[in-house]
């Protein structure tokens, strides 16, 4: 199983993100594609209530359509979904996959706790973005989060520059936690030049690693296919108090949630 190099380890304490390329393979790849199916299904319905729509539990499938709608016509305005792993077994899968601690195992250990637990649509036409931001992670409950905390995405379509891939900013990392509210216009332009940021083009299997203080957005999908991608942030468990637990000594802990989401998942 792939893990990092002291030379990748480095680049990414230097560089704030590292892309590690054809960690997922095909077969890895079309499984989370039936996810994504499913949840596509999902966002169709019209009977979602109001918990699962304004993210007041654990899963929040949100949508961001430019007016009201439900239904079919919706799944379009997708924006994400959080914690699909306690919605389609596919996501808990790769979530739980030993390749992510022996990826990760160089910069955080193999106990490992997760705080984010998501999947990204840009649907055709949608004109969904991410404004430039970081990914601060609430204090004190994170600890020395430069160090102990990496998120990840795995590029579950191809991602270039015409389908809106993510864009990072090299060494921003550097700079901590700017304060800038999320994806207010122009806050983190007057901290950091976003003109020396890198696109990150990346194939179906590819894993993005960057810290969460590492500048990063992108803008929306040009292209007439979807642009999909699986997020888990993953942070060394003696670093972190809350959030639910990944890996412990590299073996995998089932996801747990207060909630009973079993209506949303496959019959
Ligand atoms: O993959 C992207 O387009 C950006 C994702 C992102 O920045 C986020 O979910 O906060």
Redesign the pocket.
Known sequence: MQTLSKRDVDSFRLQGYHIARGIFGPDEIARLRTGFAHIQELAARTDLCEEVLKGHGDVHVHLQPPEPLSGPAAVQYLR?VQWPSLIHPAFEEIRTNAKFPALLEPLIGTSLKQYIN?I?F?MPGSDI??PW?Q?IRPTPAFTDQSQHYVQT?IAVDE?NTDN???HLVPGSHKLGDLKAKRYAAGQIEEHVDISTAVACEAAPGDVILFTSFTV???VPNTTDQP?R?Y?NGFVRADACTIGKWAFLDGKPVPVTSDHDYHALRPT
């Open positions: 994400k998501q990204n840009k973005a991410f931001h990914d995405i991602a809106g891939c993510l990063h957005g992108s642009r991608s997020i």
